[in-house]
C-alpha cells in the first residue's frame, strides 16, 4: 500500500524559511522512473507545481519559484524535503507531495497524493 | 511554461446529465501528456485520466478524457451525486502546469 505524509510547520512568519518533509512508505525512491513532487494551493484557489526530484537525484523547479526553493531526498529515510526561502503570506496554501512514474517508468503523472499540511505565513 | 486554460468556471447541473469540461493549452502538448484529476473540499486532487484519454485504476467508465494537441476534453456521462467536485488538467509533457479548474456544482 502506497502512502505520504507531510510534516512541517504549521505557522511560518514572513522572511522565514520553510522546510517539508515528505514521508513515503509502499515505494522505493531507488526504483527507476520514479519521483516525488510537491504542489501546494493557496485556500479557495488552483494546484500549483512546485518542485520535483527523481530516483536519480535529477531535480525539476517551477521557474517562477526556482530561486526560492531546493528539494532533497533521503532514500534511507524514504524522506523529500523541500526548503522555501523568504517566505510571504501570499505563500499562504495546503502543501501537498504526490509520486510519479509508479503506474510504468517514464510516466510523469501524480497517481498517488499525500493529505496535505497547511502552512500560514503570518506575523 | 505552458499555460493551461479551463473553461467554464463553473458548471451547474443535475444528477443524471452530462458533464464537458474544456483543457486549452497555450501550446502545444507533447504525447497527450495530459491529466485530469478530481478534488472534493478538504481532500487532495484524486487522478482521473492520463494520457489524454487513459482512465486511471478504479475510475468509473462514466469518466473519459479525449483531445490532443492543445485542446482536451474531460466528459462525464452521467453525473452522480459524488460527481460534484472541482475538476483540474494537468499537462506533464513540459515540466508540469496545472489549469485553473472547474467547479460541478448542483444546479
Known amino acids: 500500500q502506497i502512502t505520504l505524509k507531510e510534516s512541517g510547520p504549521t505557522l511560518v512568519k514572513p522572511t522565514q524559511t520553510l522546510t517539508l518533509t515528505c514521508t513515503f512508505s509502499?515505494?522505493?525512491?531507488?526504483?527507476?522512473?520514479?519521483?516525488v513532487g510537491w504542489i501546494r494551493q493557496p485556500p479557495g484557489k488552483a494546484l500549483e507545481w512546485l518542485a520535483l526530484i527523481y530516483w536519480d537525484d535529477d531535480k525539476r523547479y517551477s521557474p517562477s519559484l526556482k530561486s526560492r526553493l531546493t528539494i532533497t531526498k533521503d532514500t534511507s529515510k524514504n524522506q523529500v524535503v523541500l526548503t522555501m526561502t523568504n517566505m510571504d503570506p501570499v505563500d499562504t496554501a495546503t502543501y501537498y507531495c504526490?509520486?510519479?512514474?509508479?503506474?510504468?517508468?517514464?510516466?510523469?503523472?501524480?497517481?498517488?497524493w499525500g493529505q496535505g499540511t497547511l502552512v500560514t505565513v503570518s506575523s | 511554461e505552458i499555460v493551461l486554460t479551463q473553461s467554464p468556471g463553473t458548471l451547474s447541473l443535475s444528477p443524471g446529465e452530462r458533464a464537458t469540461l474544456s483543457c486549452r493549452a497555450s501550446q502545444s502538448v507533447s504525447s497527450s501528456y495530459l491529466a485530469w484529476y478530481q478534488q472534493k473540499p478538504g481532500q487532495a486532487p484524486r487522478l482521473l485520466i492520463y494520457g489524454a484519454s487513459s482512465r486511471a485504476t478504479g475510475i468509473p467508465d462514466r469518466f473519459s478524457g479525449s483531445g490532443s494537441g492543445t485542446d482536451f476534453t474531460l466528459t462525464i456521462s452521467r453525473l452522480e451525486p459524488e460527481d460534484f467536485a472541482v475538476y483540474y488538467c494537468q499537462q506533464y509533457g513540459s515540466l508540469w502546469t496545472f489549469g485553473q479548474g472547474t467547479k460541478v456544482e448542483i444546479k
Open positions: 504526490a509520486l510519479t512514474g509508479i503506474a510504468a517508468a517514464g510516466t510523469r503523472f501524480f497517481d498517488y
Open positions: 509502499g515505494f522505493s525512491l531507488s526504483t527507476s522512473g520514479v519521483g
